[in-house]
Structure formats: C-alpha cells, structure tokens
T-cell receptor, first 114, second 111 residues
Framework: LAKTTQPISMDSYEGQEVNITCSHN???????ITWYQQFPSQGPRFIIQ???TKVTNEVASLFIPADRKSSTLSLPRVSLSDTAVYYC???????????????FGTGTQLKVEL | DTEVTQTPKHLVMGMTNKKSLKCEQH?????MYWYKQKAKKPPELMFV???????INESVPSRFSPECPNSSLLNLHLHALQPEDSALYLC??????????FGPGTRLTVL
C-alpha cells in the first residue's frame, strides 16, 4: 500500500478556502485516492475519491496532477463545523465488493476559527 | 437505511469479563470491517469480512474474536482484555473497497 504524507495541522478562518495536500510518491497504477473526515468520537466519513485530474462533489474538490504523486483536497468557504481531522488514503478500489484494506495515515487536523 | 449502527455506545468491563460489540447495516454491503482507534491516532484495521467470511485478520490477539452471523450483522467478542485495549472500536461496511461507511463507534474502557 502506498504511504501518504500530510501536514499534521492547519489553521484557517471561516469563509476561506482550505487546501490540504497529500503526498503519495509510491502510488500504484490501480490505486485510487480517497479522503475521509473525522470529528472527535465519531467514525470517519467518506468525502471524495478520485483517480486523476479533478473530481468535484457538493462538499469538496480533489485535484490530482498527471503524475499522481500528490493530491489536494480543496474545501471551499470553510465554517467552524469543518474543524476535523482529514485523512488521505491511497489504495485499490476493490470494485469486486470483497472488502479492502484501508490504511489511515496520521491525518491533518484542520482548525477553523471565526 | 443508509447508516451503520453500533451497540453499545459505551462499555466498561473488567479484565475477566466477556462482552460483545455489535454492528449492523442494512445497505446490502458485503464487506464489513472492525477498526480500533486510540486517542489522537488514526483508525487501525483489525478484521475484514467479505461475503460473511473472514478475509483479513491484522494479527489481532485472540482475546478479540470476530463473528459475522449474516450479511447485515458483525460482532466482536471480547474476553480477558487488558487496560491497553481501551479505545474506540469502529465498525464499517462497504459496497466497494475504498468507500467505507463507518458507524459511530463503541467507546470501550477496560479496568
């Protein structure tokens, strides 16, 4: 499994755009990049997943350069409720539904202030 | 029903006790997972069940015993735990490998 490296923490203010970058130099051809969000004492929540270029949903955007050795999670106009730990994971998508091994890195603690 | 439920929310047990954690999902997912999470650490995978069969055991001590009675239910039986086993135990399920749906967890304290 490809190892990921993220900043340990980031601070932002309400209304700003936040970009969290993840490094995954050893990403394999079949690997997808997935981001999860976790609030204290809750289970992680899937945010977004991508393979290359750009993916956008109602919550975030994911930018992946051509070499796929890094990715950037972009959160537009954050609010206090976006304060959480954000995990970047890289691995096979496991489309067979047979289960897969997710390895969480240390994550990035995002703190949003007024 | 689009959620994973876990019971109990909190559990306190002694080192000689036997207890069980329960996880349930009705989304038709055929893969289910147990994770352990210590404070300020990322979740660590313990077990993966695929189509009700154990497919991954991350070298978890035998005092943790998983069980998958059917496609909707996952149990984790606990026996002779140690204080260092105190943690948040998370259950997850998935239709595809990387998009896992997590439950709220069971906060376990071993005295």
């Amino acid at each position: 499994l490809a190892k990921t490296t993220q900043p340990i923490s980031m601070d932002s203010y309400e209304g700003q755009e936040v970009n969290i970058t993840c490094s995954h130099n050893n990403i394999a051809t079949n690997d997808y990049i997935t981001w999860y969000q976790q609030f204290p004492s809750q289970g992680p929540r899937f945010i977004i997943q991508g393979y290359k270029t750009k993916v956008t949903n109602e919550v975030a955007s994911l930018f992946i350069p051509a070499d796929r050795k890094s990715s950037t999670l972009s959160l537009p106009r954050v609010s206090l409720s976006d304060t959480a730990v954000y995990y970047c994971l890289v691995g096979d998508r496991g489309l067979t539904g047979g289960g897969n091994k997710l390895t969480f890195g240390t994550g990035t603690q995002l703190k949003v202030e007024l | 029903d689009t959620e994973v439920t876990q019971t109990p929310k909190h559990l306190v047990m002694g080192m000689t006790n036997k207890k069980s954690l329960k996880c349930e999902q009705h989304m038709g997912h055929r893969a289910m997972y147990w994770y352990k999470q210590k404070a300020k650490k990322p979740p660590e995978l313990m077990f993966v069940y695929s189509y009700e069969k154990l497919s991954i055991n991350e070298s978890v001590p035998s005092r943790f015993s998983p069980e998958c009675p059917n496609s909707s239910l996952l149990n984790l039986h606990l026996h002779a735990l140690q204080p260092e086993d105190s943690a948040l135990y998370l259950c997850a399920s998935s239709p595809r490998g990387n998009e896992q749906f997590f439950g709220p967890g069971t906060r376990l304290t071993v005295l």
